[in-house]
């Protein structure tokens, strides 16, 4: 029996319709090819087999070989990487689905052995997070950054601008900006990791200055119905903080919706997390925002149809879920179990925890 639900309505998205207002959320998989950074053959399995989600937003992709901070993770800025996403962008649309790229600078999170001849990652300032990367097929501290000259922030704006103009190519119906997690433009608005005393730093216009021009490049190139972004307010995730992450937020926010992005995605509370982990007013960036609203973080079927009967949210993004469950459209509709998910297979590897999780109907065949 179906269950019915605003989840399996179909939703309009800027010149798309998404099937269902279920989107599944990206999720860094480290399977890409070793040193070109190319999503390998499996990739194309893996996004379409999960392509009846209404939309897809695909792992992090780095938009320039210092973006990267973790192996394995693919790129978006070499013709080799187009062509391999190309692969990716087919197979989904095949099966009638629609998909994002997720656009990644990974600042500070990095490891000098992914940089170009051993160099520092870069960072708003030259402040050590305190974390782990994955590198080398292990974890490792992450490496002593050094701050960005002025002079090298355009050159950041342009890698972005150029990795937009690639996912175009590569067939990807729109792009998502990464504006979460601690990584490189969530460092330039938080006042943990931006101690900078220019334009980038200082006052909140001045911290949320570069993700506004990053959203504004990339817009002008994908068009604004074609361009979201994620963020995440409160999250400490890879060592960031804010003294006050409402205002900053809410600064944020306004000045995203001002130039009409199709969709913001926010990741509520500490990623993989608690949702309460501090307190922080959702509704107010729901208010401030002109187009969808994206809910995520610890979502299942009761807690998406609760939010969206009360109008709190548009799409509702799903994780790990996504991993072992390729059909969990279907899943949920049916109010079917879920397949557990390996937490072993999630970085790196083979088809094993990648590809091979059954679908509903391959498992009741085996039966």
């Known amino acids: 029996m179906s269950r019915s639900t605003k989840l399996f309505e179909t939703y309009k998205l800027g010149p798309i319709t998404l099937a269902n207002r279920l989107v599944m959320a990206p999720l860094t998989r480290n399977r890409a090819v070793p040193g070109t950074f190319v999503p390998g053959a499996l990739a194309a399995d893996y996004y379409g087999q999960r392509a009846s989600a209404g939309l897809l937003i695909t792992e992090a992709s780095q938009v320039s ?31 009638g689905g629609k998909i994002f790229i997720q656009l990644w600078h990974v600042g500070r999170i990095s490891h000098v052995a992914l ?7 870069v960072a708003p300032s030259a402040i050590r997070a305190k974390g782990k990367t994955f ?9 002593e950054p050094r701050a960005l000259e002025l002079s ?6 342009d890698d972005f601008k150029r990795a937009t103009k690639n996912a175009l190519e590569a067939g990807f119906d729109g792009v998502e900006i990464h504006g979460a997690n601690g990584y490189l433009l969530d460092q330039f608005a938080k ?33 604004t119905e074609r361009t979201g972004i994620r963020i995440s307010p409160v ?31 926010v990741v509520e509370g500490a990623t993989g997390g608690p949702r309460d982990f501090a307190p922080f007013d959702y509704a107010s960036l729901r208010k401030r925002f002109s187009g969808a ?51 072993n297979t999630f970085y790196g590897g083979s088809a094993k925890g990648y590809t091979d999780y059954p679908t509903l109907e391959a498992a009741e065949a085996a039966q």
């Open 191 to 223: 006042d943990g990791a931006n101690k900078r005393t220019d334009a980038y730093g200082g006052s909140i216009e001045n911290r949320a200055r570069l993700m506004l021009e990053v959203s504004r490049a990339v817009a002008a190139e994908a068009g």
């Open 152 to 157: 090298e922030i355009r050159g950041i704006i």
């Open 293 to 343: 609203y994206v809910a995520n973080n610890g979502y299942d079927f009761d807690l998406a149809t609760k939010v969206l009967d009360a109008n709190a949210a548009d799409l509702i993004a799903f994780g790990k879920p996504f991993i072992s469950n390729p059909d969990l459209v279907e899943r949920l509709k049916q109010g079917a179990a879920l397949n557990d998910w390996d937490k």
């Open 65 to 95: 070989q210092q973006g990267q901070g973790y192996q394995d993770t693919p790129g978006i800025y070499s013709k080799d990487q187009v062509a391999g996403w190309r692969k990716v962008t087919d197979k989904v649309h095949e099966r």
């Open 135 to 143: 590198v080398n097929g292990t974890f490792a501290d992450v490496s």
């Open 235 to 265: 999250t400490p995730a890879n060592d960031v903080s804010d003294s006050n992450p409402q205002a900053l937020f809410d600064h944020i926010v306004d000045g995203l919706s001002a130039l009409k992005l199709v969709y913001l995605h």
């Open 115 to 121: 940089q170009a001849n051993g160099a520092a990652p």
